[in-house]
């Protein structure tokens, strides 16, 4: 059993860095997209590939196997994994915006200056510290 959890937990940190790769690399591309060229198109395409492909996966991994931990390890209720569960579901709803907000670019509508990148991070460290020392 405890070979399998291993092999679980390692593949929900895997997805955890993939996902949360994405959301900074969304972040960014929001933060830098006033002060590129008209000509971005093939860019911001490029991002919302590597979202689709890449990320959406990640955090849909992220999801089944953490449920899927946090149950056989009887933690639902903890403190550490519902604080836990507040940051992921915030990185969550703000993927989720950064990727419309995206599409709505690609589409043609004006980029604005995003500043989510600061929070993307705090959230991440706040995830890993919570998963790692369970306070």
Avoid: C, E
């Avoid at 060229?37 to 093939?42: D, E, L, M, N």
């Avoid at 507040?86 to 907000?101: A, D, E, N, T, Y």
Wanted: charged letters at 5%; glycine letters at 10%.
């Amino acid at each position: 059993m405890a070979d399998y959890y291993t092999w679980l937990k390692a593949a929900h940190v895997a997805a955890a860095l993939l996902f949360v790769s994405g959301v900074i690399a969304t972040s960014l591309t929001l933060a830098l997209l006033s002060t590129m060229p008209q000509g971005s198109q093939q860019f911001i395409a490029g991002i919302l590939r590597y979202d689709q492909w890449v990320t959406v996966p990640a955090i849909i991994t992220v999801w089944a196997i953490g449920t899927g931990l946090a149950v056989s390890g009887a933690w639902f209720g903890q403190g550490w994994l519902n604080a836990k569960l507040g940051f992921v579901v915030l990185l969550s709803g703000l993927h989720g915006i950064q990727s419309g907000r995206l599409r709505r670019i690609a589409a043609g509508a004006s980029p604005a200056t995003s500043r989510s990148l600061p929070l993307v991070l705090v959230a991440a460290i706040a995830i890993a510290v919570l998963a790692v020392a369970k306070p």
